[in-house]
């Protein structure tokens, strides 16, 4: 038996980063297992908090008196050994702490939190206990929550030994349960039973017969007794009582599953679709790791060689991981999963209440679910033996976390293939470069779809200088042969999707006089005119205020705003086309529950001619109707200090092309521009992915930006400007001792947008190919930041960041 747990604390410190040794006590040796939350008296205060044990040993090389595990939390465990081991993994390529991993891999509602309370340790006089502890012994002990007095006086009499601090951790409420019941007595006992009461008690006897059909070892819902039996609950009491039946908790799991599919049957594929099926289900079938990158243009049907090649998983008792950007953006994707699977499925989503997190995640620990559908963090799901994880969209920056832990769900996506001995098949209309890089390179199996399903065309699409539209019509946000376009779809009872692109663009409030722009006071960045509330936000901290009529600089009442956001196209849309009718999709209309979904649903019942919305709407719509697609303003990103703005600007332009013309009716596109000749443009006017991929891999490699250097990032934070920029300085020095001279380290700079929620923030970036030195240097610069991290220093690091603002 083991006597040694090595636990990881829930202390998230360079110290507590590696396991601490913890005695096991007898009455626990046969409870505690690895991958069990515990909780251990830590530190010299012996302060209770929680922990993970991670290992079980019978010796250790720790000289002196181990101190006891106290309780075990959990009566299994809630870690498999796989994410024990990507944990530790995770751990170590993100600069994170072990415990933050183990933290992100779980349900919200299975984090314990640890609850302070104070009590007296000797009789207090009738006048402290009134001032102290007004609602008796002992009180909880929240620092921030205790005036400043009050705090003082306790501490004064803790320093004085008369009240101590106690430590209680408590794990917030688990699984709902239900009464279940279940058979008590062997079937013969019970046949005998029954025989006695059958004349005076029917009710009794109809339980009783019922009860020699249960299995004695599973528990069944006491309602749902009662609705076969027509026997009420008050009979099963007796029963019990009688000792016929044993009453237990039941488990029962909150329905996520809030709108019915029609199921359906797998489609005939095509050509293309048949040899990436095949390719992709004979690595399934030989246990194989093999990592395809599944290249389809839009509308090409990936959806359809996703769901045959998970199938063939699912018939050899494995079970599937299908990755999606975002849920809330994707409910036509979930759907058809769950029309293919049925009840086999499980949602996991950030918009689920922590309720039906958790139950969904129970389901899949227990093998209840064995196809997972989920945004970044569903990557992390317990699935056993998987047999195919598929990465939909892969090119979308949302699959990178960005706070600790600083991972890529790709990069996790893989490493579970390699564990599960499963291919990884990753799709995209618009491969991220990285990602076509690798397949060119032959670490991925490139597969390719080059034509839409049905031989239907790829749109047409049209790009319309608006340098020129501009001389001819001064305002507005709809040239003229867009407007013609729409104007025929509306003739035609078409349908249409709109977008403004909104990324480095927002609708902002400057005086014509003096050029003042209304600025956020905790954030150096422009503040957003909002017309629903009438109020200008700052979109990174929240602070609001109320629109300006006259100009806070200079008083005039030339102040006016400029931009366009979706509610001042609504506006304009609306008096162009009266009769239309349009729905607008932003961040502002879709900040409820649902919301998304509901209208995409009324968008799909052709409850509009015309969806408006920002880059929400580009992603793997898939809607017959819809024969226009309107980008009214394709270049906004294309000035971002970030060398993927033209990686990004051609992924975006192509996918929201690719929503026109996806069934018999032809589509066509209209992108309005200011730089008609960039190559991101040009090419995705042509939707030439594989023109585009060697373009910028030529730009990249005379950038010397990834693919072809590795990137890390470190961030300082601090509310004083200096500070930030000195510890920024300090760390390139580090840096500069110990890298090669091939490495490139840019900066220290102040970020784009240099101050944010009151912190100002300073950055360095180094690019490399081959460094052995970084790794050391990195986590010794980690270990450094611990001390002033205590006066409000912080310091992040990002390998691979995806945004460079
Ligand atoms: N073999 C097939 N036969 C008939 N229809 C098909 C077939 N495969 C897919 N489809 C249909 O073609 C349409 C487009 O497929 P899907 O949405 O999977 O495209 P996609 O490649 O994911 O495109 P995007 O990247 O634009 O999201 C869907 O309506 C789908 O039902
Ligand atoms: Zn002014
Ligand atoms: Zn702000």
Redesign the pocket.
């Known amino acids: 038996m083991a006597q040694i747990g090595q636990i990881i604390v829930d202390v998230p410190t360079m110290q507590t980063n590696e396991p601490y040794s913890y005695a096991i006590p007898a009455d626990l040796e046969n409870q505690v297992q690895v991958g069990m939350r515990v909780t251990v008296p830590f530190g010299r205060g012996h302060r209770v908090v929680s922990g993970v044990v991670v290992g079980l040993s019978d010796v250790t090389n720790f000289d002196g008196q181990l101190k006891p595990i106290q309780s075990v939390l959990d009566l299994a465990p809630i870690l498999t050994t796989e994410l024990q081991q990507l944990a530790a993994w995770l751990a170590d390529t993100t600069y994170a702490f072990r415990i933050t991993c183990i933290q992100t891999m779980l349900p919200s509602l299975l984090k314990a939190q640890t609850e302070r309370q104070i009590q007296p340790t000797v009789p207090l006089t009738d006048q402290e206990m009134a001032t102290y502890f007004p609602d008796g012994a002992p009180r909880a002990f929240d620092t921030s929550k205790l005036a400043d007095t009050t705090l003082a006086g306790l501490l004064r009499l803790q320093r004085a030994g008369k009240v101590e601090v106690t430590y209680q951790v408590t794990s917030k409420a688990a699984a709902k349960t239900t009464t279940g019941i279940k058979p008590a007595l062997p079937v013969a006992k019970l046949q005998e039973i029954q025989a006695e009461v059958a004349k005076r008690a029917p009710k009794q006897a109809e339980l009783l017969a019922y009860l020699q059909t249960m299995d004695p070892d599973k528990l069944v819902a006491q309602s749902q007794v009662s609705h076969a039996t027509g026997v009420s609950t008050a009979v099963m009491t007796t029963a019990a009582d009688k000792g016929w039946l044993t009453k237990q908790p039941l488990e029962v799991y909150r329905d996520p599953f809030h709108q019915p599919v029609t199921p359906t049957k797998p ?4 050509a293309e ?1 048949q040899v990436a099926v095949t390719a992709i289900t004979k690595a399934v079938d030989e246990q194989r790791t093999e990592n395809f990158l599944v290249e ?9 060689v996703y769901l045959q090649s998970i199938a063939v998983a699912l018939q050899q008792h494995r079970t599937a991981l299908m990755m999606v950007p975002e849920i809330a953006l994707t409910p ?1 994707m979930v759907n058809r999963v769950k029309a293919r699977f049925g009840q086999r499925v499980a949602v996991l989503h950030s918009g689920l209440s922590k309720g039906e997190q958790y139950d969904e995640w129970r389901r899949i620990d227990q093998g209840e679910a064995t196809v997972v559908v989920g945004a970044r963090s569903a990557i992390f799901a317990p699935v056993r033996n998987l047999g195919i994880i598929i990465m ?2 892969e090119h979308e920056s949302s699959y990178k976390q960005d706070e600790n832990p600083r991972y890529h769900a790709r990069d996790v996506a893989l490493w579970r293939g390699k564990y599960n001995h499963c291919p990884v098949v990753l ?3 618009t491969p991220s470069l990285e990602t076509r890089a690798r397949a060119a390179k032959g670490l991925y199996t490139r597969l390719l ?1 080059a034509k ?3 031989d239907h065309p790829l749109p047409t699409v049209h790009i319309v200088d608006m340098r020129e539209e501009v001389k001819q019509r001064a305002d507005g946000d709809f040239s003229q042969p867009l407007l013609t376009a729409i104007q025929e779809r509306l003739d035609r009872h078409e349908q249409m999707v709109l977008m403004l692109n909104r990324r480095g663009y927002s609708s902002f409030v400057m005086c014509r006089d003096c050029g003042f722009v209304l600025k956020c006071p905790n954030c150096d960045i422009s503040l957003t005119l909002h017309m629903d509330t009438h109020t200008m936000k700052c979109h990174y901290c929240g602070h609001e205020e109320a629109i300006p009529h006259i100009c806070p600089n200079c008083h005039s009442r030339k102040i006016r705003y400029y931009g366009t956001g979706t509610q001042k196209v609504e506006t304009a849309l609306q008096k162009e086309f009266p009769t239309a009718r349009i729905l607008r999709m932003d961040v502002d209309s879709t900040r409820r529950k649902g919301a998304h979904e509901k209208i995409l649903r009324q968008f799909g019942d052709h409850q509009a001619d015309i969806l408006l919305g920002t880059q929400m709407i580009a ?4 809607f ?1 109707n819809v024969t226009l697609v309107g980008v009214l303003n394709a270049d906004t990103a294309l000035g971002l200090p970030d060398f993927r703005a033209s990686e990004r600007t051609f992924q975006l332009l192509t ?1 929201v092309s ?2 026109a013309g ?2 018999e009716k032809p589509g066509e596109v209209f992108i309005q521009t200011f730089n008609p000749d960039h190559y991101a443009i040009e090419l995705a006017q042509q939707q030439d992915y594989e023109r585009f991929f060697v373009t910028e891999m030529h730009m990249r490699h005379q950038g010397n930006y990834p693919p072809y250097y590795f990137a890390v990032q470190l961030t300082a934070s601090h509310e004083d400007e200096a500070t930030a920029a000195k510890a920024m300085y300090q760390i390139v020095g580090t840096l500069q001792k110990g890298l090669s001279k091939d490495a490139i380290v840019l900066g220290p700079t102040p970020k784009a947008i240099a101050r944010v929620k009151r912190k100002y923030y300073y950055q360095v970036v180094i690019k490399y190919k081959r460094e052995p030195q970084l790794r050391p240097l990195l986590e010794k610069i980690r270990q450094a930041a611990q001390i002033p991290a205590r006066h409000g220093l912080a310091i992040t690091i990002d390998s691979e960041p995806m945004n460079f603002m």
């Not at 389809?296 to 359809?304: C, D, Q």
């Not at 992603?619 to 898939?622: H, I, M, P």
């Open positions: 489609l005939k594929l095509n679709q389809g243009v839009t509308g090409s049907g990936k959806t359809e036509q939909d969209e799709g995209s209309a779809l839409r399903v049905n992603k793997g719509l898939d017959p996918q690719g929503r996806r069934a």
